[in-house]
């Protein structure tokens, strides 16, 4: 079952798991219309609402942002998982080797180097290596610049499982997209910029 939404009652469903079965982004559209201008309507609006009823004293506007912010990272996460599952990926396995296909021929990274690009304890990162070269998708090499050293380089087999597994991760996060056009999504990605930038400073 998925988590109640965030401000909710117990017991109420998630936009992501809903009792009748549905799965949009944001709940029903009460009026039924699909315009930016003020009509459509969702469950976010309800639940502010309720809290606005019992708590007048609090500030819940909030719960406009972050509550559908939640919302569509549970359909983000849910459309990742699939698209990584059709390529025999996990969600990490795809994180260490799409760091690894971003640097460029020949796709290599030091361990460190690795861990700091996907915010993982050095631990977890060894382990991961050990089972993505068992799993011929990486394969270790000495550093030619530090004798202590080695380096991890994608191999053919883990650069296709990942272009593949990114290919079908992008139809579907347009496909999640789909209620927007390309100028509001730039406006959207301006808005999400400016909200996230003291938390990557930091």
């Keep these: 079952m998925g988590q109640p939404s965030v401000g909710g009652r117990p017991g109420e469903s998630s936009a992501g ?3 009748d079965g549905t799965d949009d982004l944001g709940g029903h559209l009460r009026d039924g219309t699909d315009d930016l201008g003020g009509h459509l309507r969702d469950e976010v609006d309800d639940l502010v609402e309720r809290w606005r009823a019992e708590r007048p004293d609090l500030d819940v506007e909030p719960l406009q942002v972050l509550s559908r912010v939640s ?6 996460d ?5 698209a990584f599952a059709r390529h025999s990926l996990a969600a990490w396995e795809f994180d260490v ?8 021929s020949p796709y290599q990274l030091s361990p460190g180097a690795l861990l700091r690009a996907t915010l993982v304890t050095s631990g977890t990162m060894t382990n991961r290596i050990d089972r ?3 799993a011929g998708l990486v ?5 030619p610049q530090d004798k202590r050293g080695v380096l991890v380089t994608l191999t ?9 597994a990114l290919a079908d991760l992008l139809r579907g996060e347009r496909e999640l997209l789909a209620g927007l056009d390309t100028g509001q999504q730039r406006e959207l990605a301006g808005l999400l910029r400016i909200l996230l930038a003291p938390f990557d400073a930091s």
């Design 17 to 19: 798991d809903r009792a």
């Design 71 to 76: 919302r569509l990272a549970r359909h983000l």
């Design 78 to 82: 849910r459309a990742r998982t699939a």
């Design 97 to 104: 080797l799409s760091a690894l296909r971003r640097q460029g």
């Design 132 to 134: 993505l070269a068992d």
């Design 139 to 143: 394969a270790r090499s000495p550093d």
């Design 156 to 164: 053919a087999r883990g650069r296709d499982a990942v272009d593949a």
